[in-house]
């Protein structure tokens, strides 16, 4: 297992239809009644400015977590994250905010937020 930056795994042979593709199976998984659309994640990737995360194990995505950057507020907002439902339970999520908080520190932001519904 380990994590990516978007172009990375792009850089590794992936296709980004394909990746978008599988984020947006995901999304309409995870979050059946608000699932982001393949549109919405190619947006929201390129709004996160290379920091797009991916979980990938044996070249299958298995996870990912996009963030908006607030640069100009200080902090950084996870907009979206997900596990496959096989590979939770290991860590993996933890795994993935954590990689993100070093991202915030290394681009100096003082937060990281993130924005649910109570149901999630």
Known sequence: MEILLFEDLINKGFSKKAAFKEI????????????Y????????CQKSRGY?????????????????LFRNRGYLQILTIAVDRNCQKKGYGTQLIRKCEEIANSLRLKRVIVRADVSY
């Open 52 to 68: 797009t995360l991916i979980l990938l194990d044996k070249n299958r995505i298995i996870g990912y977590l996009i963030p908006l």
């Open 24 to 35: 947006a199976r995901y999304e309409k998984e995870f979050f059946p009644e608000y699932p």
């Open 37 to 44: 659309i393949i549109q919405d994640i190619k947006e929201f």
